[in-house]
């Protein structure tokens, strides 16, 4: 008798379960389509952020079908007007996409890692370095000395993958290679130094974070 209570407890735990999980699911899918909406409304305000959150959820499919080029197109607008993670999101899309509607663009792929990196990003910084560093052909320009520059910036904000690259090359620099290198980073260090402090974006000047 008390194996037949205990399945009977199952079969309706089970079926409560199938009951509330779509249930559940549609609330959530519900959710998603709202916010979707609500960040469109604010994106064609030209509000950076809310463009740049449409853009995630076309890139991944939140709240609206998958979309590469729609996703592209919001990323270009919030970073246009300065969205550092919009850059950097539109750099990673341009250098990784397989879409046959967005094909790869590496030239793009370095302008919007570069416009990131300038601002500081992190992950930027280290991507520039890896593709300055490892770029096997005309897609994209292979150059040490900008390579180790990037390593270095983004070692010094504690990415340790970009400070383990940056020594295995200092390893095999010469000394000559290594004044070259110096020489680069300080030119490099005003040139974003003093576009740092110059830049506004929206309304605001941006003080210098380097």
């Known amino acids: 008798m008390q194996l037949v209570s205990k399945l009977l407890l199952i079969f309706f735990m089970l079926g409560l379960v199938s009951v509330c999980l779509p249930q559940k699911v549609l609330a959530e899918r519900k959710k998603g ?9 604010k994106a064609n305000q ?14 991944n499919g939140a709240g609206t079908p998958m979309n590469t080029k729609q996703a592209a197109y919001w ?39 570069t416009k990131a990196a300038e601002q500081g990003h992190i992950f930027a910084q280290y991507k520039l370095g890896r593709l300055y560093r490892f770029s096997a052909d005309d897609r994209a320009p292979k150059d040490y000395k900008l390579a180790f520059f990037w390593y270095t ?5 504690g990415h340790i993958f970009a400070e383990d690259e940056r020594d295995k090359m200092l390893e095999k620099m010469s000394q000559s290679q290594i004044g070259e290198v ?19 974006i929206s309304g605001f000047v941006i003080s210098a974070i380097y």
Do not use: C, R
């Not at 389509?33 to 409304?41: I, K, T, Y």
């Not at 030209?46 to 890139?59: G, I, K, T």
């Open 182 to 200: 110096l020489k680069l980073s300080k030119e490099l260090y005003k040139k974003i130094n003093n576009k740092a402090k110059k830049q506004t």
């Open 46 to 59: 030209d509000d950076a952020n809310s463009q740049f959150n449409l853009a995630l959820m076309y890139e």
């Open 153 to 157: 910036k983004a070692a010094e904000q």
């Open 33 to 41: 389509v709202a916010a979707f909406h609500l960040h469109q409304s």
């Open 75 to 113: 990323y270009t607008k919030a970073a246009e007007q300065g969205h550092v993670e919009a850059q950097y999101k539109l750099g990673s899309l341009y250098q990784f996409s397989g879409d046959d509607e967005f094909p790869q663009d590496y030239k793009l792929a370095f302008f919007w890692y």
